[in-house]
């Protein structure tokens, strides 16, 4: 799809990729909606873009802040909708607060797919129209110490998946990008402490906004896993998962000493 001209919200934008996702659309002619919690963080980034940007200071994750998004997305005839809003809690499932576990579940999973639900009549009368779920390679490979997170993405990639299906002879396209480990906020010091240990690599959050544009310039909707060796773990754990299983018990002592250090407050990038 072509971005020059096109109306995008983005969700999530004062986060790092979404800081990072904002400058390469607009660096590439889009006029921007964006959309996160702390409207002077959002006054900041829209100093920094083209002129024209518009902002919406909202909680997505609650029914008003949905509904103040939509109304303004429709008054700005959004054509391209990227969710990136997200958040991550790290720690043993059974020692993490049920009040974490929810949020994460209500931003990441029910957000996207509320919001879809009432931009999609809009979107499918545009001359061509794009929705893009930011998911990650924790969608399709359960990782110990994010239980509610990876559970939420899987749910986000199966969404948009079939979405992409059902809306097959439409003028919309669906993607689904999964970024690997990022260097942003979103991610504690035990997080970050985890992937130096087991020799993770990490992107900057530039590499997932050009993996974005590009991921646009497709005419057909679809999957784009941005990294190696993870993009061969999600293959081989969707063929045969007992192989990751085995890779990964091998890392779990690592896990849980982390999981036991890891500050239980909530990280959201939003």
């Given at each position: 799809?072509?971005?020059?001209?096109?109306?995008?919200?983005?969700?999530?934008a004062t986060g790092g990729i979404g800081q990072a996702m904002a400058h390469r659309l607009a660096g590439?002619?889009?006029?921007?909606?964006?959309?996160?919690?702390?409207?002077?963080?959002?006054?900041?980034?829209?100093?920094?873009?083209?002129?024209?940007?518009?902002?919406?200071?909202?909680?997505?994750?609650?029914?008003?802040?949905?509904?103040?998004?939509?109304?303004?997305?429709?008054?700005?005839?959004?054509?391209?909708?990227?969710?990136?809003?997200?958040?991550?809690?790290?720690?043993?499932?059974?020692?993490?607060?049920?009040?974490?576990?929810?949020?994460?579940?209500?931003?990441?999973?029910?957000?996207?797919?509320?919001?879809?639900?009432?931009?999609?009549?809009?979107?499918?009368?545009?001359?061509?129209?794009?929705?893009?779920?930011?998911?990650?390679?924790?969608?399709?490979?359960?990782?110990?110490?994010?239980?509610?997170?990876?559970?939420?993405?899987?749910?986000?990639?199966?969404?948009?998946?079939?979405?992409?299906?059902?809306?097959?002879?439409?003028?919309?396209?669906?993607?689904?990008?999964?970024?690997?480990?990022?260097?942003?906020?979103?991610?504690?010091?035990?997080?970050?402490?985890?992937?130096?240990?087991?020799?993770?690599?990490?992107?900057?959050?530039?590499?997932?906004?050009?993996?974005?544009?590009?991921?646009?310039?497709?005419?057909?909707?679809?999957?784009?896993?941005?990294?190696?060796?993870?993009?061969?773990?999600?293959?081989?754990?969707?063929?045969?998962?007992?192989?990751?299983?085995?890779?990964?018990?091998?890392?779990?002592?690592?896990?849980?000493?982390?999981?036991?250090?890891?500050?239980?407050?909530?990280?959201?990038?939003?």
């Open positions: 799809m072509r971005i020059e001209g096109s109306t995008v919200l983005l969700t999530g590439a002619g889009a006029r921007l909606l964006l959309c996160a919690r702390d409207a002077a963080r959002l006054a900041d980034l829209a100093e920094e873009l083209s002129p024209g940007t518009q902002t919406v200071a909202a909680d997505i994750a609650s029914a008003a802040g949905r509904t103040m998004l939509i109304e303004a997305a429709t008054a700005a005839a959004v054509e391209v909708v990227i969710h990136n809003a997200g958040t991550q809690e790290f720690g043993l499932f059974q020692e993490q607060d049920p009040a974490a576990l929810q949020r994460q579940f209500e931003l990441n999973l029910c957000a996207p797919v509320l919001l879809t639900r009432e931009l999609l009549p809009a979107l499918v009368r545009r001359d061509a129209a794009a929705l893009v779920f930011v998911g990650s390679a924790f969608g399709s490979i359960g990782h110990p110490g994010f239980a509610a997170y990876c559970a939420s993405k899987f749910g986000l990639r199966g969404f948009a998946e079939t979405l992409r299906r059902e809306l097959a002879d439409s003028v919309v396209r669906v993607h689904y990008l999964a970024p690997r480990a990022t260097r942003t906020a979103l991610n504690g010091p035990q997080v970050v402490a985890l992937n130096q240990a087991l020799g993770n690599a990490i992107d900057a959050p530039q590499r997932v906004a050009d993996e974005l544009l590009r991921l646009l310039d497709r005419d057909r909707g679809g999957e784009r896993f941005v990294g190696w060796p993870e993009k061969l773990f999600v293959r081989i754990n969707a063929v045969w998962p007992r192989l990751v299983d085995a890779a990964l018990a091998g890392k779990l002592a690592t896990v849980r000493r982390y999981a036991s250090q890891a500050n239980p407050e909530r990280r959201i990038d939003s």
